[in-house]
């Protein structure tokens, strides 16, 4: 009974070292932003979507040639989402932007690619498919 009991308390007190490690790792796991950095990654995100808007044909192109049936490109700007990638580490596989948008002037339609972000610049050359092309998918 006392080998359980010390071996109980040895694996809390791990457990607690364990979470207090992580929780002084991870300063904002409790916390929400400053206005100022709320502030601050708005203006970054404004920045990165007029690139975006700049680069429209590039995405257009992409799309168009992932199916030769391809004519028209609608991409839908306000859907726009940035995001961060996981890889299972804790440094995670980065930062994305992903655009959405549709095809052929077809309402039901829909796609999205991934842009990478390296240092707060979107490398337009590193577009990848999010979700396939669909029509009511």
Do not use: C
């Not at 006392?2 to 904002?28: P, R």
């Not at 726009?80 to 077809?106: H, L």
Request: hydrophobic share 35%; proline share 2%.
């Amino acid at each position: 009974m006392k080998t359980i009991k010390s071996t109980l308390l040895v694996v809390s007190l791990i457990l607690v070292f364990i979470g207090s490690f992580i929780i002084v790792q991870n300063k904002n796991l409790f916390t929400n932003r400053t206005t100022q950095e709320k502030k601050k990654e708005q203006d970054l995100h404004e920045r990165q979507l007029a690139y975006l808007k700049k680069h429209k044909k590039d995405i257009e192109e992409y799309i168009k040639s992932l199916n030769p049936k391809i004519e028209t490109v609608q991409i839908d700007w306000e859907q726009t989402q940035w995001d961060q990638i996981g890889n299972g580490t804790p440094q995670g596989g980065g930062d994305i932007v992903q655009v959405y948008g549709s095809f052929n002037n077809i309402a039901k339609s829909s796609w999205s690619v991934i842009i990478r972000i390296e240092d707060g610049k979107i490398l337009i050359n590193s577009i990848g498919i999010g979700s396939p092309l669909r029509i009511e998918g």
